[in-house]
């Protein structure tokens, strides 16, 4: 970033003042300088500045009325973790469980669409882009409609024993679903679907269907055939799909707080409550960026794991 | 008995795909559902009668179309914003070997890395320090910031897969650098860059999380369900949903009839 910065330094009016017959090789190896300065210069003033800004943030020390100082009081940070440890876990649970829960679901549907779909496969790619452009919102107010106590859903699920498992799992109690953890990971796994399928159907989509005939004509069973060849295959998109999946959902509050109760707040409530209502800021920097460092580190870790480099 | 059974393992993933698309559908069936109803209390959570007052008079809820209107604007500057900004850096980062190129690849992506109430706190603890009024300004930056990633990936897949022989013909062909740019490579990178932009419009349009850290009493259309959700929800909203849905689809729709057209009328 910095070389970037510093490198666009020369000026560039002498260079265009006079006829660039001396030294084109200069003005072409800064074109990629002036094609990058607006929209870097953007993000270091407007992603990167915000982080400096938040990290001293979070070892101020003061009030809203008395103001805020720098004191470099640490502190913050062990006391945000002692605290609000119960909703850092149940953050990670919730978000892993609706990634374990968008791969199981999105999986079948990437395939279904990218093999199996013929000439319907562009009206299933539709159906799953569209909810991008309906207010998340307005969808997730609609699953207090689907879940609502008594409701049909709930009944059905009740009837087949669903709850009784759920409740001991301690997702649901009773025979509600609205205010349960189930209806946060519910919640959660319907917004980021999208997210998991459309990764997941642009790797499927690039495997080369010969493969499959080949391993078929090699008497392997169809189950063997996914699990040795259309799996393996599809790793860059299952990467980047949960990655896609978990990382925004670890950091939600919209559903926790539509479709939860005081019981199943997550860290992102927490974080939303001490900058704007509370209004305190350094604990409420000081978990943030102890989300952003549990998160990139739990990211780094499964990239490595996983092994693919190409992500976007 | 063994029929049945055998079919269903047959047919096992087209199953399981479509109960997935079911999962996905349902809200919107709600929503639209519910658009017609008639509700006697002040939320619209339970089926009470069919009605059309909603549909006559979807503006008839106080505040909610002018934050509608406010959301299309800011999405529509964003997008303008962040898809010219974003192409740029595409076509630096595809085109050119220079130096700090690792390192600008991994700032812009960063931002599709991070939980956005990471960026959301963070950008609202950059306004505070500096004191600047938070609204109108604020979303409009905000959201120009966190599309800018989503539009470099989708023109950067776009132009890698681009073929150079193309602008080198036109180039043989004495075409200017300009001339070459506008007529052969901006056409053929078009779907890229009308994909992102179409992606940032709709990420903007629909942001909830950064706006309602950075929006201080600017009302944007999510910001409006927000507030509805505790106050009471006008059926109008659920109007507006369904109109958008309908709009989206459509709009997808149109869009890849006209592509197919295209890719029939170019002999291969």
């Known amino acids: 970033m910095t070389s970037a910065a510093t490198d666009t330094a020369p000026p560039q009016a002498p260079a265009s003042a006079e006829p660039p017959v001396h030294k084109p090789s200069v003005r072409k190896r800064l074109i990629p300088y002036w094609l990058l300065l607006p929209g870097i210069l953007w993000l270091l003033v407007f992603f990167v500045l ?10 101020q020390t003061g009030s809203l009325e008395e103001g805020f100082q720098v004191t470099w009081h640490f502190r913050t940070y062990w006391d945000a973790l002692t605290e609000y440890y119960p909703q850092f876990l149940r953050s990670l649970l919730y978000a892993g469980t609706a990634t374990a829960l968008c791969l199981l679901l999105g999986y079948p549907l990437a395939y279904l669409i990218a093999f199996k779909a ?15 452009f309906t207010s998340f919102l307005i969808r997730t107010l609609a699953w207090k409609t689907i879940l609502a106590d008594g409701g049909p ?23 509600r679903v609205l205010a349960t953890p189930l209806a946060v990971v519910c919640g959660l796994t319907y917004n980021f679907l999208p997210f998991m399928i459309l990764p997941l159907y642009s ?28 799996f393996p295959l599809s ?37 939303q409550s001490q900058y704007l209502r509370i209004l305190d800021y350094p604990t409420a920097a000081a978990l943030s960026f102890i989300l952003m460092a549990i998160v990139l580190i739990m990211v780094t870790i499964y990239i490595r794991r996983a092994g693919t480099e190409d992500l976007v | 008995m063994r029929t049945p059974l055998t079919w269903l393992r047959r047919n096992l993933v087209v199953i399981a795909g479509l109960g997935t698309l079911a999962y996905m559908i349902l809200p919107n069936v709600v929503v639209t559902v519910f658009s017609f109803n008639n509700p006697t209390g002040r939320f619209n959570y339970a089926w009470q009668e069919f009605s059309l007052d909603a549909w006559k008079d979807p503006c008839g ?36 070997r220079f130096r700090g190129r690792s390192a600008v690849n991994s700032l812009i992506f960063l931002p599709m890395a991070m939980p956005e109430i990471v960026m959301a706190a963070s950008l609202l603890a950059l306004f505070l320090n500096m004191g600047i009024q938070l609204g109108f300004w604020t979303i409009l930056i905000a959201h120009i910031m966190f599309c800018l990633s989503f539009v470099v990936a989708a023109v950067k897949a776009r132009v890698l897969s681009m073929d150079p022989r193309l602008e080198e013909a036109a180039r043989d062909l004495y ?25 940032s419009f709709a990420l903007s349009f629909d942001d909830f999380i950064i706006t309602n850290f950075n929006s201080g009493n600017t009302v944007t259309f999510p910001m409006f369900v927000w507030g509805s959700a505790q106050r009471g929800t006008p059926v109008q909203i659920n109007v507006i949903g369904t109109a958008m ?11 890849q009839m006209v592509g197919n057209r295209r890719k029939k009328a170019q002999p291969k």
């Open chain 2, 175 to 199: 075409a200017g650098p300009v001339q070459t740019f506008v007529r052969v490579t901006l056409p053929i990178a078009a779907p890229g860059i009308a994909a992102g932009a179409l992606l």
């Open chain 1, 203 to 230: 790797s499927l989509e690039r495997i080369d269907t010969r493969l499959h005939e080949a391993a078929g004509d090699l008497y392997a069973h169809p189950a063997t055939v996914f699990r040795k060849v259309t």
């Open chain 2, 61 to 96: 809820v106080a505040d909610m179309c002018g934050s509608l209107s406010l959301s299309l604007q800011i999405a529509l500057w964003s997008t303008l914003a962040a898809t010219a900004l974003g192409t740029a850096i595409a076509f630096a980062m595809v085109r050119y």
């Open chain 1, 50 to 59: 915000p982080m400096i800004y938040q990290a001293s943030t979070s070892v």
């Open chain 2, 245 to 255: 849905f309908v709009i989206a689809v459509l709009v997808v729709l149109v869009g």
């Open chain 1, 153 to 175: 859903v709930v009944a059905v699920l009740n009837s087949i024993g669903f709850l009784d498992v759920t409740s001991w799992l301690g997702m649901t109690e009773g025979d």
């Open chain 1, 118 to 132: 013929g000439r319907w496969r562009n009206l299933l790619l539709v159906l799953v882009i569209a909810p991008f």
């Open chain 1, 235 to 271: 790793m860059p998109g299952v990467v980047s799909g949960t990655l896609l999946t978990f990382i925004p959902a670890s950091g939600d509050y919209v559903n926790a707080e539509l479709l939860g109760s005081t019981d199943t707040r997550m860290i992102g409530n927490v974080i």
